[in-house]
């Protein structure tokens, strides 16, 4: 691992360390209302084809054992809202050597109201092994679910990991009852590590993105947004960079309390710049995402399709199309079930002798079941699909996973505080 790289690394954990400090310190004694979940589980893991390796000779059939530790806290006020998610995952894979044996996530989303201005506020940071990193998840993050990005790259690397670091302020200020004017900026870090002087088989990059916007409400529940916006790709350790400036345009619409939708669109013009590029220039392209979000009693709904504009350790900029769904439904007091999927078809943006683009598929079918008060058990089949466009091979894998864990509030409290996200 280059010193740059390990530098890297720890700023972005000060500046996590620092943000979690700066909420976690005006937490319970400054909130109104507190509230915390407990994350504790441990399970069993077994895949067909974990590496998704195209050759069924090297086909990885794997059993391994995982834990996670973590927690899920909400401050309220009358004026703000905050939920952190630390959460520390413990593995082990007896026939892989080369795995990472802990990751880590943090999760934090704040949203705060003044008189006349709202200031939202998301981070996200991840310390994964290359094979959860570097491969889509099906289930939304549910803290911050609308990630605007799929740094993912598809590839697998044993003996690697990632390290990611996501920023997302946002302000808005209300110029009348109608119209408003605000910023949106969103910053991305990744690094690549690998074990001993491997070298890694990603690219460490910074992105940065920031959008003008004026709103305009059209009706009680139908709102605008329109403005122009500029991002810059910097691939580190290589002379890669990608410029693009362009225009977007949002809609959302409440159909009710439980039921809402959004639509965006934007046109952008970028200008790419590296010594592996083919050929380098200037080239336009465009970007969409319209999703829906429906919360009901027993269910909760939620999907997208659209294209993404988006960095990625592969050296460049991708665009990404996909298509997301979840589906979340309570049967009993007792019993619930999660059903997801997606489709992700990854494109390098500009000519390369090797873009690596694939098509990516992921769907899983999970259960949650408490057979006592305060413990439950979870299972669930995950299954992966992976076609490489320049090779034009392709891997799947088959996953079954079984945790037990143990929530002190039960069933019911675990449920409220996941639906009133």
Do not use: C
């Amino acid at each position: 691992m280059s010193s740059l790289s390990r530098d890297r690394q720890m700023r972005g954990a000060r500046i996590v360390a620092l943000i979690a400090f700066t909420v976690l310190r005006g937490g319970p004694a400054a909130a109104a209302d507190y509230e915390l979940l407990p994350i504790l589980e441990a399970g069993v893991e077994t895949n067909t084809n974990r590496d998704l390796a195209t050759d069924t000779a090297e086909e990885f059939d794997g059993e391994g054992y995982i834990a996670n530790v973590g927690a899920d806290m909400r401050w309220r006020t009358q004026r703000s809202t905050t939920t952190l998610r630390p959460v520390a995952k413990f593995q082990e894979y007896p026939d892989s050597s080369g795995l990472e044996g802990v990751e880590g996530s943090l999760d934090l989303r704040s949203a705060y109201t003044f008189q006349r201005a709202q200031v939202n506020f998301a981070l996200g940071y991840s310390h994964r092994d290359w094979y959860n990193a570097e491969l889509p998840d099906a289930i939304y993050n549910p803290v911050n679910p609308d990630d605007p990005t799929v740094p993912e790259t598809g590839a697998l690397r044993e003996g690697e990991s990632r390290d990611r670091i996501n920023l997302a302020p946002k302000y808005e200020y209300q110029l009348s009852e109608r119209v408003g004017l605000g910023g949106v900026a969103y910053y991305e870090t990744s690094s690549y590590d690998a074990e001993g002087d491997t070298s890694t088989g990603g690219v460490d990059y910074d992105f940065i993105r920031a959008n003008l916007f004026a709103s305009w409400l059209a009706g009680p529940v139908t709102r605008f947004e329109v403005g122009p916006f500029a991002s810059r790709y910097d691939a580190q350790d290589e002379p890669t960079q990608t410029d693009a400036i362009g225009l977007s345009i949002g809609l959302k619409h409440d159909w009710s309390e439980e039921f809402k939708g959004l639509l965006d669109l934007g046109y952008f013009e970028e200008d790419r710049e590296g010594e592996d590029l083919v050929s380098d220039g200037k080239d336009s392209g465009w970007t969409a995402n319209a999703s829906i979000e429906r919360r009901g009693e027993v269910s909760r709904l939620r999907g997208g399709v659209g294209r993404a504009y988006s960095p990625s350790g592969r050296g460049g900029v991708t665009e990404s199309d996909q298509f997301r769904v979840e589906y979340d439904r309570d049967w009993t007091a007792r019993l619930s079930t999660t059903l997801a999927a997606r489709y992700v078809r990854d494109r390098f943006r500009g000519d390369v002798e090797t873009a690596s683009d694939y098509d990516y598929w992921r769907g899983e079918l999970g259960f949650k079941y408490f057979f006592s008060l305060k413990w439950y058990v979870l299972g669930g089949y995950r299954y992966t699909w992976r076609d490489s466009v320049d090779t034009d091979e392709s891997a799947d894998n088959s996953s079954f996973y079984l945790r037990v864990g143990f929530s002190p509030g039960g069933a019911q409290r675990s449920r409220l505080f996941m639906r009133d996200r």
